[in-house]
T-cell receptor
Framework: DAGITQSPRHKVTETGTPVTLRCHQT?????MYWYRQDPGHGLRLIHY???????DKGEVSDGYSVSRSKTEDFLLTLESATSSQTSVYFC?????????????FGPGTRLTVL | AQKITQTQPGMFVQEKEAVTLDCTYD???????LFWYKQPSSGEMIFLIY????DEQNATEGRYSLNFQKARKSANLVISASQLGDSAMYFC??????????????WGAGTKLIIKP
């Protein structure tokens, strides 16, 4: 199994509070991604990173920011959480090389914003 | 317009029967890749199989095969001899484009498969 951990695994917070989710990998993969999963939508890309300090927006980036100061860590921040950000958040990594270049996923973080 | 369409929100299949999960895609790129992932009730995302747009043969991985029909833009997942443990959500995803965008995946909404004993 790919070495990807996410923390926290579960979080309940209140509207308007800041929240930071952490993704940590031990694979030294170049690419890291943050997705959210909601019923009926599959996975939607929030932000991704193609290297240290190199990040870009995905499909649903409004209200989210990211940072990557080290290869192994990719942080997702909700500056002021809203109820619409209640979701399951997945981190994924990929090597950026190889014929498949498949993405490997962390276990997910279930976030509830009250 | 949706780029990945999975038309079956849910399916019930008898154990040991073969299952076909539908996936159609939309792209104008010549180079692209198609993936299937499985998400059991425990929540993790498990990579199953990959098909590249230039691959001439359908991909196979154990009991999983991909019925790739390029002209019809379909990439259906076939599971042979289904087992109770195959009950899960199944997602089709596509990678297209070149450069950095090539490493992003576009996802379908998923199909919930339930295997009946």
């Amino acid at each position: 199994d790919a070495g990807i951990t996410q923390s926290p695994r579960h979080k309940v917070t209140e509207t308007g509070t800041p929240v930071t989710l952490r993704c940590h990998q031990t694979e030294n993969h170049r690419y890291m991604y943050w997705y959210r999963q909601d019923p009926g939508h599959g996975l939607r890309l929030i932000h991704y990173s193609y290297g240290v300090k190199d990040t870009d927006k995905g499909e649903v980036s409004d209200g989210y920011s990211v940072s990557r100061s080290k290869t192994e860590d990719f942080l997702l921040t909700l500056e002021s959480a809203t109820s619409s950000q209640t979701s399951v958040y997945f981190c994924a990594i990929s090597a950026g090389t190889g014929s498949y270049n498949e993405q490997f996923f962390g276990p997910g973080t279930r976030l509830t914003v009250l | 317009a949706q780029k990945i369409t999975q038309t079956q929100p849910g399916m019930f299949v008898q154990e040991k029967e073969a299952v076909t999960l539908d996936c159609t895609y939309d792209t104008s790129d010549q180079s692209y890749g198609l993936f299937w992932y499985k998400q059991p009730s425990s929540g993790e995302m498990i990579f199953l199989i990959y098909q590249g747009s230039y691959d001439e043969q359908n991909a196979t991985e154990g009991r999983y095969s991909l019925n790739f029909q390029k002209a019809r833009k379909s990439a259906n997942l076939v599971i042979s001899a289904s087992q109770l443990g195959d009950s899960a959500m199944y997602f089709c995803a596509m990678r297209e484009g070149v450069g950095r965008s090539n490493y992003q995946l576009i996802w379908g909404a998923g199909t919930k498969l339930i295997i009946k004993p």
